[in-house]
């Protein structure tokens, strides 16, 4: 099975801040990667998928990059409504989607 | 507008069963596979199951293999999760999701979720 890994686990930023996530899988999944974000008590949005494919209506300052087994996801200036967990999923072979552990970015 | 709304959570003993719902609207239901993700309290995000749109083909998270069902009626644009042998870690909220029409691969990742319901098992 495949196993993905988030660095850092969390964070503290404050806005205006780039922000960088890292996101690992155990071995070399194309580009079938995707990052959410999820707010206390909210359900998941979906920001990228196809490792820098940015989903209709979210916002250009956040992007994706990376292939094989490494990925990263930045927020180019962190704004106030950002503060929130962010998933990185894989879906190589589309019969199983694994979600890295999160990484929490919240207020410095 | 985009809805799915998840229904039949609650308190379930160890061993015992529940059947979680998925009404949808607002998009063609028979056009698109349906998600099923679930989250324990304070945890993080895990994947239970794909259902394509036709049923013809059916995925599972080794976790769930065996003890939950994932169905799907397209005349009544619902989705449903059959969870048999519950144990104490299946508590989570359970999300559906619609998969995101195009992707890379031939399967697609979540795109629009629903607010998820809430299954406990304890005894």
């Known amino acids: 099975d495949i196993q993905m890994t988030q660095s850092p686990s969390s964070l503290s930023a404050s806005v205006g801040d780039r922000v960088t996530i890292t996101c690992q899988a155990s071995?070399?999944?194309?580009?079938?990667l995707n990052w959410y974000q999820q707010k206390p008590g909210k359900a998941p949005k979906l920001l990228i998928y196809?490792?820098?494919y940015l989903q209709p209506g979210v916002p250009s300052r956040f992007s994706g990059s990376g292939s094989g087994t490494e990925f990263t996801f930045t927020i180019s200036s962190l704004q106030p409504e950002d503060f929130a967990t962010y998933y990185c999923q894989q879906y190589d072979n589309a019969r199983v989607f694994t979600f890295g552990p999160g990484t929490k970015v919240d207020i410095k | 507008e985009v809805q799915l709304l998840e229904s039949g959570g609650g308190l379930v003993k160890p061993g015992g069963s529940l059947r979680l719902s998925c009404g949808v609207s607002?998009?063609?239901?028979?056009?698109?596979?349906m998600h099923w993700v679930r989250q324990a309290p304070g945890k993080g995000l895990e994947w239970v199951s794909l259902v394509s749109s036709s049923s013809d083909y059916i995925y599972y998270a080794d976790s769930v293999k065996g003890r939950f069902t994932v169905s799907r009626d397209n005349a009544k644009n619902s989705l449903y999760l059959q969870m048999n042998s519950l144990r104490v870690d299946d508590t989570a909220v359970y999300y559906c999701?619609?998969?995101?029409?195009?992707?890379?691969?031939?399967?697609?990742?979540?795109?629009?979720w629903g607010q998820g319901t809430l299954v406990t098992v304890s005894s």
């Open positions: 196809d490792a820098s």
């Open positions: 607002g998009f063609t239901f028979s056009s698109y596979g």
């Open positions: 071995q070399d999944i194309s580009n079938y």
């Open positions: 999701a619609r998969e995101r029409l195009t992707c890379g691969n031939i399967n697609c990742p979540p795109g629009d």
